[in-house]
Structures are given as structure tokens and as C-alpha cells.
């Protein structure tokens, strides 16, 4: 497991025992469940303006060596599709835990014919149909690893929307810190 890698384990690790790791001004980074829920009810709101899907950085954080973050992500329902499309992010290893929701995730691969892209928020991307990916149902609780380069999409959400939370390990620093 590479460092960078082994960070975001110990990161999330940490996250779901409720101990924190991360140093600010001799404390740590504490996103409180208030805040957590804020960000929730947040994205409800965003999908309710009719966007399809909302991305809200809660933390992301210089932890010495590279960045971490915890994002909030919201789906609204989807059907079944005849092409599985998908992202994979250049730099960024991804951690879902999900929260609320169902649905039925792809991960896994090749793309067809790949798009490379570029965005704001996470930095270089490649999209576009998936072949041969892998289909796997989640629920609450669940958690899902995704490393840096595998195609990931949704093949179906059967609920209203799905919810979960993302911790990434960003060793390329390609996020914007967000420290409140």
C-alpha cells in the first residue's frame, strides 16, 4: 500500500472512530455532526432546484505530505441505463460511505473511447462508456475504495437519491484547501 494511500485509511479509519489526526494549531480538523447534516440538507436543496447531482467539500486539508478532504454527495434517482458511463479521477483515490440511498454502482474497466477533462473542484478526469465493468449493489453503510483511475459510475440509484460521504487522498495537491 503506498503512503499516500495508507494516510487515507488511517484518515478515514480515524474519521469513523471518532478520533482525529490532523494537526491545526496543535488540534485537529473537526467536522461536527451539525455540520455534517448542514451540508446534508444542503444538497437536498441542490437537487430540489432540479441538478442532478451535488458535490459539497466539507474539509479538504494540507496534512503535510499531501491534501485530504471529505466531501458530501448527493444523486438524485436514476434509471437503468443501456451504457454504463463513468469518471475516473487522475489523482485522486476515493473513499463512499454511504449514508442514504440505494443503488447499484460500476466500477471497474476500461473506457471506450475515453474523454480527458478537467475540473475545478477535482482536478483531471477521464470519462466517458465503461466495457466491462463490475456491477455492485450499496446501502447505508456501506463503503466502497475506489482508486485513482478506475472508471466509476452509477448503473441505477432506486431510492429518491442517494447520499454518502467521500473522504479523498489528494497527494498531487489538485483541490482547493477548504479549511471551514
Same mark, same amino acid.
Given at each position: ?42 444538497? #437536498? ?6 441538478? $442532478?447531482?451535488?458535490?459539497? %467539500?466539507?474539509?479538504? !486539508?494540507?496534512? @503535510? =505530505? ?54 475545478? #473542484? ?6 466517458? $462508456?465503461?466495457?466491462?465493468? %463490475?456491477?455492485?449493489? !450499496?446501502?447505508? @453503510? =456501506? ?38
Amino acid at each position: 500500500m503506498t503512503a499516500s494511500r495508507t494516510a487515507l485509511a488511517t484518515f478515514v479509519l480515524a474519521f469513523f472512530a471518532g478520533e482525529t489526526l490532523l494537526a491545526q494549531d496543535g488540534g485537529s480538523f473537526i467536522i461536527n455532526k451539525k455540520e455534517v447534516e448542514s451540508v446534508f440538507d444542503q444538497g #437536498l436543496a441542490n437537487l430540489a432546484t432540479g441538478r $442532478t447531482v451535488s458535490d459539497i %467539500v466539507a474539509r479538504h !486539508v494540507d496534512v @503535510g =505530505d499531501e491534501y485530504m478532504g471529505v466531501s458530501v454527495v448527493q444523486r438524485s434517482k436514476t434509471e437503468i441505463t443501456e451504457q454504463e458511463t463513468g469518471i475516473a479521477h487522475t489523482d485522486l483515490d476515493e473513499i463512499y460511505y454511504i449514508v442514504t440511498g440505494e443503488g447499484t454502482m460500476v466500477t471497474g474497466g476500461e473506457f471506450i473511447d475515453p474523454q480527458t477533462s478537467h475540473s475545478d #473542484l477535482l482536478g483531471g478526469m477521464l470519462r466517458g $462508456t465503461i466495457r466491462g465493468g %463490475v456491477l455492485q449493489k !450499496v446501502k447505508p @453503510g =456501506d463503503i466502497a475504495i475506489i482508486p485513482k483511475g478506475m472508471p466509476h459510475g452509477w448503473h441505477e440509484i432506486v431510492t429518491d437519491s442517494i447520499g454518502y460521504l467521500i473522504f479523498r487522498g489528494d497527494p498531487n495537491e489538485v483541490m482547493d484547501l477548504k479549511y471551514e
